[in-house]
């Protein structure tokens, strides 16, 4: 299930209820709410972050907001910018990063290389005095974190990278 930060009113149960033969009996109840907040999208955050990582955000390519501001290490995206970064990524080459940097929280980034590959298209950007930008974008989603100026952004690199996987594999 994807996390979900409410739940949902038009939910269904299912459960399986073993038979003493060789079949189980499926249960279906619509009135037992099924409980779809397992884990809100602001969980993903605390995998990012790290002693390097100070920051991350996910976005669907729509441009909505996936994680909120409750989250201490949200990195807070403006709906503009997401809107934005989410047109960015639709763009098969990622030209637009390329040519006008990568906007977030009023931080113009320089887009130090975007790469497609089968599975993710992942973009890296840099502003001097700031830090690293890491992105990985998925069919749905994009996941954006944050390296503080100083620190080596590859293990933030590759924590976006599982988390992109991760959603990937589940469809998201």
Not at 53 to 64: L, N, P, R
């Amino acid at each position: 299930l994807a996390p979900r930060d409410k739940p949902s009113t038009n939910n269904i149960t299912i459960g399986f209820v073993p038979n003493s033969g060789h079949n189980s009996h499926l249960l279906f109840s619509r009135s037992t709410p099924l409980l779809t907040n397992i884990m809100s999208w602001n969980n993903y955050i605390d995998r990012i972050i790290s002693s390097k990582c100070d920051k991350a955000a996910i976005i669907g390519i729509d441009g909505s907001l996936w994680t909120t501001n409750n989250h201490p290490n949200n990195w807070n995206i403006t709906a503009s910018e997401a809107s934005v970064i989410g047109k960015a990524v639709s763009d098969p080459n990622l030209t637009v990063f390329q040519q006008s940097g990568i906007i977030v929280d009023g931080v113009k980034y320089e887009c130090l290389r975007a790469e497609l590959n089968s599975d993710n298209k992942m973009v890296l950007g840099k502003k001097k005095d700031d830090g690293f930008i890491s992105i990985q974008i998925t069919k749905t989603a994009v996941i954006i974190a944050h390296t503080k100026e100083g620190e080596s952004h590859g293990d933030t690199a590759v924590a976006v990278e599982q988390i992109a996987s991760y959603l990937g594999q589940s469809g998201i």
